[in-house]
């Protein structure tokens, strides 16, 4: 199984950034998909949660409004839009895999994850 994420770079604040996570290795539709990232030296944070049809959609609440997630089950691809970044966003961001489509935001959930992709957000 292999999660492959990409798009992470350096934008300024309020600027936009589009975050993609292929998938291989799994039958895609079966799974729920998430974001999370990591700050410096804290604990990875769930950042988004969408079900296996992209159905639901659930945010942290330091992005409600502010990020967008959503998937193309013909790509096998999960998306991350974020935008208006604020330099407080900056973080190494993760997506992950979990069988089945409960909603959990606790990372023991997950089955599988890629390798994080950098975002940095200059002020």
């Known amino acids: 199984v292999q999660l492959q994420a990409s798009g992470g770079g350096m934008v300024q604040a309020g600027g936009s950034l589009s975050l993609s996570c292929g998938v291989s290795?799994?039958?895609?539709?079966?799974?729920?998909m998430a974001w999370f990232r990591q700050f410096s030296g804290k604990e990875r944070e769930f950042v988004a949660h969408?079900?296996?049809?992209?159905?639901?959609?659930y945010y942290g609440n330091s992005v409600k409004g502010q990020f967008t997630c959503s998937r193309d089950n013909a790509k096998n691809t999960v998306y991350l839009q974020m935008n208006n970044l604020k330099p407080e966003d900056t973080a190494v961001y993760y997506c992950?895999?979990?069988?089945?489509?409960?909603?959990?935001?606790?990372?023991?959930?997950?089955?599988?994850w890629g390798q994080g992709t950098q975002v940095t957000v200059s002020s």
């Open positions: 290795g799994l039958t895609f539709h079966n799974y729920a």
């Open positions: 969408i079900t296996w049809n992209g159905g639901s959609t």
């Open positions: 992950a895999a979990k069988f089945g489509s409960d909603y959990y935001q606790a990372r023991l959930n997950y089955n599988y």
